[in-house]
């Protein structure tokens, strides 16, 4: 199964197991959402579209999978979102799928009919919105469309003292946004679990099962603690626009970040998933 949908994705020059390792997470995720064959699905943050693959392969032949996502096909690397879709179209699994970029799904042209789609799935997405009112915002919009909601992003509840670097890279990230109009960047706003129950309830959602998925493993902590001490090391230094203290503050998280990586003792943090309904 895996080496199958593996195929239809680019591989990275740089690491060929890297797409193995990220595939086997988002069949974790799919499998617990429990997602069925012959089922429409609308994916929004699609990406790259590795969990796109997996639900594409998983939905069939008689399913389908509609990715939608508001960054430009050009956004991405060192494949492109656009580049990766292309291919991923372009594999036996791309006849089940569709995909849009530079789509916002708040615009009022956006909509589909009432019901449209078995599930919607938001995984590993959420923290590229711009605040909690986008999110609640797009969850009051969705609702309409689907009676299952997927959900998966990281779990901020640090479980070990390895996943502490890969939080404090992204607590940096998300604290220096706060002062950034329109970035395009990774960590725009950071949701705790809680953070995200209470504005998946205050939607009209009502979470139905959850789990937190084991994703130590996974490359993307290594790649925010190098994100971050590379490009904001950078921006944070140049910075004029954040007050003296609160710049002070994100150089010591920084210069902490800094010997974690130099002790190379860290791994990702966990994953945390659900599914929810429309509540009665």
């Not at 590229?128 to 969705?142: A, Q, R, T, V």
């Not at 993307?220 to 994100?227: L, R, V």
């Amino acid at each position: 199964m895996i080496e199958e949908i593996v195929k239809c994705m680019p591989i990275n020059e740089f690491d060929p197991t890297i797409q193995k390792v990220q595939t086997e997470h988002r069949l974790k995720l799919v499998d617990f959402w429990n997602i069925k064959e012959g089922s429409k699905v609308l994916e929004i943050g699609c990406g790259q579209g590795d969990t796109t693959a997996v639900l594409a392969y998983t939905v069939g032949e008689t399913g389908f999978v509609h990715g939608i996502d508001i960054a430009s096909p050009d956004y991405g690397s060192p494949v492109t979102l656009g580049n990766s879709m292309a291919f991923l179209k372009n594999s036996p699994l791309g006849n089940r799928i569709k995909v849009n970029f530079e789509l916002d799904i708040l615009q009022e042209k956006v909509d589909f009919p009432e019901k449209s789609f078995d599930y919607i799935v938001l995984s590993h997405c959420s923290w590229y919105l711009k605040s909690p009112e986008e999110f609640l915002g797009m969850l009051k919009k969705i609702k309409k469309w689907t009676n299952v909601l997927c959900f998966a992003e990281w779990d901020t509840r640090v479980q070990t003292n390895e996943q502490l670097p890969h939080f404090l890279s992204v607590l940096i990230q998300a604290q220096y946004e706060c002062f950034v109009e329109n970035s395009l960047v990774n960590v725009r706003t950071l949701f705790t679990p809680k953070d995200i129950q209470q504005i998946v309830e205050k939607a009209g959602f009502e979470i139905t099962t959850e789990k937190i998925i084991d994703s130590t493993h996974l490359q993307d902590g290594k790649w925010e603690i190098e994100y971050t001490l590379t490009d904001y090391k950078e921006l944070i230094e140049a910075a004029d626009h954040l007050p003296i203290k609160y710049k002070a503050l994100i150089q010591s998280e920084m210069h902490l970040l800094e010997e974690a990586r130099s002790q190379n003792k860290y791994t990702s943090l966990n994953t945390y998933a659900f599914t929810a309904r429309i509540g009665e």
